[in-house]
């Protein structure tokens, strides 16, 4: 089993910059890889970005890339969401989810395991 609590969301003005943390419980955090997702009002959730259970791979959604970077600390059983050059349409609640596979991936019902989300507003 593996828990998940995120945190850093907040209102922000386009341009600027947040980075979202997500802590996880759990002994096996190491084997597990970790996605970010976000839902905007009315729309469904989408994939953000995905990192392996080392770390040593990673994968984003082409509307963040360049501006998002996901990383992790496996000592501090945290993985990181930095985002920068934040837009109005970036606003949503942001999820981190959690998989039993060393493989990052982009599809959301492969993710057993999230978060209760952070919202992230970034005004205009």
């Known amino acids: 089993q593996v828990q998940l609590v995120e945190s850093g969301g907040g209102l922000v003005q386009a341009g600027g910059s947040l980075r979202l943390s997500c802590a996880a419980s759990?002994?096996?955090?190491?084997?597990?890889?970790m996605g970010w997702f976000r839902r905007a009002p009315g729309q469904e959730r989408e994939f953000v970005a995905a990192?392996?259970?080392?770390?040593?791979?990673?994968n984003y959604a082409d509307s963040v890339k360049g501006r998002f970077t996901i990383s992790r600390d496996i000592a501090k059983n945290t993985v990181y969401l930095q985002m920068n050059s934040l837009k109005p349409e970036d606003t949503a609640v942001y999820y981190c989810?959690?998989?039993?596979?060393?493989?990052?991936?982009?599809?959301?019902?492969?993710?057993?395991?999230w978060g209760q989300g952070t919202q992230v507003t970034v005004s205009s």
């Open positions: 989810a959690a998989r039993s596979s060393p493989w990052a991936s982009s599809v959301k019902d492969n993710y057993a395991y």
């Open positions: 759990g002994r096996t955090f190491s084997s597990y890889a």
């Open positions: 990192i392996t259970w080392s770390g040593g791979s990673t």
